[in-house]
C-alpha cells in the first residue's frame, strides 16, 4: 500500500492550494481517507476526512468554510483543496487510510509542506 501525497508549497496569507493524495496498492472502497497536519513544535492533528465510498466527509472546526476534501475514484486521488490560507495552517500535511472498521490509520503518506506567509 502506498499512499502518495503532493501539491504543497509556498503561498500568501488568503491563497489556495490543492493537495493530492494517490492510494495504490489495494482497493480503499472500505476505507476512510484523511488528511492530517503536523506544524512545528506541535502534535499531528486531524484536518478532515472522506469516505471513499459515498463520499461522506467531516472537518476540524478550524478548516470548516475554507478546505474542501474530495476524491476522484478513476484516478485514486483524494484531494484537500485548501482556500483563505493563515499562516497557522503552516505544517507537514499527511494523507492517511484507515478501515471503516477500524480505530486507526493504518497507512501514511510521507507528507508535503505547505507554508503559508503573512
Known amino acids: 500500500v502506498q499512499l502518495q501525497a503532493c501539491g504543497g508549497g509556498l503561498v500568501q496569507a488568503g491563497g489556495s492550494l490543492r493537495l493530492s493524495c494517490v492510494a495504490s496498492?489495494?482497493?480503499?472502497?472500505?476505507?476512510?481517507m484523511g488528511w492530517f497536519r503536523q506544524a512545528p513544535g506541535k502534535e499531528r492533528e486531524f484536518v478532515a476526512r472522506?469516505?471513499?465510498?459515498?463520499?461522506?466527509?467531516y472537518y476540524a472546526d478550524f478548516v470548516k468554510g475554507r478546505f474542501t476534501i474530495s476524491r476522484d475514484n478513476d484516478k485514486n486521488t483524494v484531494y484537500l483543496q485548501m482556500s483563505s490560507l493563515k499562516p497557522e495552517d503552516t505544517a507537514v500535511y499527511y494523507c492517511?487510510?484507515?478501515?471503516?472498521?477500524?480505530?486507526?490509520?493504518?497507512?501514511w503518506g510521507q507528507g508535503t509542506q505547505v507554508t503559508v506567509s503573512s
Open positions: 492517511a487510510a484507515r478501515h471503516i472498521a477500524g480505530t486507526n490509520y493504518a497507512y
Open positions: 496498492g489495494r482497493t480503499f472502497s472500505n476505507y476512510y
Open positions: 472522506i469516505k471513499w465510498s459515498g463520499g461522506i466527509t
